[in-house]
């Protein structure tokens, strides 16, 4: 079914310091950045933004200066927003390479303000920005603690930038209308570089898989040419036949915006053992869910549970807790069958840490350069509650009773479990 008119994008008004607004968009790959815009004299800037303490801080490139304060930004930034989907909007969001910019351009819309349009720096060598660019003399600008980037031409070639696709929906995309992929083959079944010349959809009785589209489709071993994840089978010693192609499927985690108080989403979430807890703390919800949450720049892995139809939170930091308004958080999506590569599962701790090159599980986490943090179900006392692991100083911890709680050492390994993540057949984590 074709897409409808597209609409305008929306912005919404944002003071520093308050919670961020309903379905923020993210920056391509990244886990707490997103699209913001400034004005300056009428002169539209482009920057990011992001969650710390559950409320908004940004930056903003302009001439020679980094503008993050009140003051200097002398009032509200906006952030960009999506809600609903392309049958709704009439488009979907995309990150393209700069390079490609004028390729498909009866399909893609630029996403700019006057002559600003953001542009992402990912492959910067101290951590990937967002700046923009100015469209009139191919001039970018980056900022961050206290110091302005510049580049220019060709040096933006391999960054990315963001347009409004029209034409269907995203890779993957979960709504009524977009073809699905069928589900996984059994482990049972033999990987495609068998030497049957069969495809493991083939070999396990189904029927033929149909074409989804480009990015659905492709070699095995080749990388999906517009989607970052990457199919990869065993080197194969001879050419692989045209016919013999894999499905491209997730390979990351899907983290969903949504502020505490927010209504319960509609989303399916990762839940603690996949279960309502057997004996959790008293005065607990046995129904633990899987959040991220940021103070100080370091990601806080904590829990929420449905309170009245309503998103309630509870993290802890720094030997406290952290519960009620807690600001914007992030929850974790259990994606369909049909568009991850990947299972869940809850690990033993002496398990999920085992450093073999060959290991199948590996722990879901959230790191920059403050902190790596991983999600575990923890016993206290015999009591099971879900909080934050960090497996490389074997601790775990959580929030009740007003304090952060916390094993350390044997006493984490014995009482964690910790939720890792296992590639399928044929696919793997870059």
């Given at each position: 079914m074709p897409n409808p008119p597209p609409k305008e994008d929306t912005w919404a008004f944002?003071?520093?310091?308050?919670?961020?607004?309903?379905?923020?968009?993210?920056?391509?790959?990244?886990?707490?950045?997103?699209?913001?815009?400034?004005?300056?004299?009428?002169?539209?800037?482009?920057?990011?933004?992001?969650?710390?303490?559950?409320?908004?801080?940004?930056?903003?490139p302009y001439k020679k200066a980094e503008l993050?304060?009140?003051?200097?930004?002398?009032?509200?930034?906006q952030v960009l927003q999506y809600m609903g989907d392309h049958n709704s909007q009439g488009f979907w969001y995309e990150w393209i390479k700069y390079k490609d910019r004028l390729e498909k351009t009866d399909d893609r819309q630029f996403l700019k303000c006057g002559d600003s349009f953001p542009i992402y720096w990912k492959d910067r060598e101290e951590g990937s920005l967002l700046g923009y660019v100015?469209?009139?003399?191919?001039?970018?600008?980056?900022?961050?603690?206290?110091?302005?980037?510049?580049?220019?031409?060709?040096?933006?070639?391999?960054?990315?930038?963001?347009?409004?696709?029209?034409?269907?929906?995203?890779?993957?995309?979960?709504?009524?209308?977009?073809?699905?992929a069928p589900p996984p083959p059994p482990e049972s079944v033999p990987g495609s570089d068998s030497g049957t010349g069969e495809t493991p959809e083939s070999s396990s009785?189904?029927?033929?898989?149909?074409?989804?589209?480009?990015?659905?489709?492709?070699?095995?071993?080749?990388?999906?040419?517009?989607?970052?994840?990457?199919?990869?089978?065993?080197?194969?010693?001879?050419?692989?036949?045209?016919?013999?192609?894999?499905?491209c499927r997730v390979m990351i985690d899907e983290w969903m915006d949504i502020r505490a108080g927010d209504p319960w989403p509609t989303?399916?979430?990762?839940k603690a053992?996949?279960?309502?807890?057997?004996?959790?703390?008293?005065?607990?919800?046995?129904d633990q869910y899987v959040a991220l949450w940021y103070q100080a720049g370091e990601p806080v892995m904590g829990r929420v549970w449905n309170e009245g139809g309503k998103v309630a939170a509870n993290f802890c930091w720094n030997k406290n807790e952290y519960k009620?308004?807690?600001?914007?958080?992030?929850?974790?999506?259990?994606?369909?069958?049909?568009?991850?590569?990947?299972?869940?599962?809850?690990?033993?701790?002496?398990?999920?840490?085992?450093?073999?090159?060959?290991?199948?599980w590996i722990p879901v986490h959230v790191n920059n350069d403050k902190g790596d943090i991983s999600s575990g179900v923890i016993t206290f006392d015999g009591k099971q509650i879900l909080g934050k692991v960090d497996v490389k100083n074997e601790r775990s911890s959580?929030?009740?009773?007003?304090?952060?709680?916390?094993?350390?050492?044997?006493?984490?390994?014995?009482?964690?479990?910790?939720?890792?993540r296992k590639a399928r057949r044929g696919y793997k984590f870059d």
């Amino acid at each position: 079914m074709p897409n409808p008119p597209p609409k305008e994008d929306t912005w919404a008004f944002q003071k520093i310091g308050t919670a961020f607004p309903p379905n923020p968009v993210k920056v391509m790959g990244e886990q707490n950045m997103y699209v913001a815009l400034w004005y300056k004299h009428g002169r539209p800037i482009h920057g990011r933004s992001w969650n710390n303490g559950g409320v908004v801080e940004c930056s903003f490139p302009y001439k020679k200066a980094e503008l993050r304060t009140p003051q200097q930004l002398e009032g509200n930034i906006q952030v960009l927003q999506y809600m609903g989907d392309h049958n709704s909007q009439g488009f979907w969001y995309e990150w393209i390479k700069y390079k490609d910019r004028l390729e498909k351009t009866d399909d893609r819309q630029f996403l700019k303000c006057g002559d600003s349009f953001p542009i992402y720096w990912k492959d910067r060598e101290e951590g990937s920005l967002l700046g923009y660019v100015d469209n009139r003399t191919e001039i970018a600008l980056f900022s961050c603690n206290g110091t302005v980037y510049e580049r220019k031409g060709p040096e933006l070639n391999d960054m990315y930038i963001i347009v409004r696709n029209i034409k269907g929906g995203p890779p993957f995309c979960e709504c009524d209308h977009c073809p699905k992929a069928p589900p996984p083959p059994p482990e049972s079944v033999p990987g495609s570089d068998s030497g049957t010349g069969e495809t493991p959809e083939s070999s396990s009785g189904a029927p033929p898989v149909q074409p989804l589209g480009p990015c659905r489709r492709h070699p095995i071993g080749h990388p999906c040419p517009v989607h970052p994840c990457k199919i990869c089978s065993t080197r194969l010693s001879r050419p692989l036949p045209p016919s013999q192609v894999e499905i491209c499927r997730v390979m990351i985690d899907e983290w969903m915006d949504i502020r505490a108080g927010d209504p319960w989403p509609t989303r399916k979430l990762v839940k603690a053992l996949d279960k309502t807890l057997d004996n959790t703390i008293p005065g607990e919800n046995p129904d633990q869910y899987v959040a991220l949450w940021y103070q100080a720049g370091e990601p806080v892995m904590g829990r929420v549970w449905n309170e009245g139809g309503k998103v309630a939170a509870n993290f802890c930091w720094n030997k406290n807790e952290y519960k009620g308004n807690v600001g914007s958080i992030q929850l974790l999506v259990h994606l369909s069958e049909f568009a991850r590569g990947f299972d869940y599962s809850w690990i033993p701790f002496k398990q999920a840490v085992s450093f073999d090159k060959d290991r199948e599980w590996i722990p879901v986490h959230v790191n920059n350069d403050k902190g790596d943090i991983s999600s575990g179900v923890i016993t206290f006392d015999g009591k099971q509650i879900l909080g934050k692991v960090d497996v490389k100083n074997e601790r775990s911890s959580a929030g009740f009773g007003g304090k952060e709680n916390m094993l350390v050492g044997p006493a984490c390994a014995e009482n964690t479990v910790v939720l890792c993540r296992k590639a399928r057949r044929g696919y793997k984590f870059d």
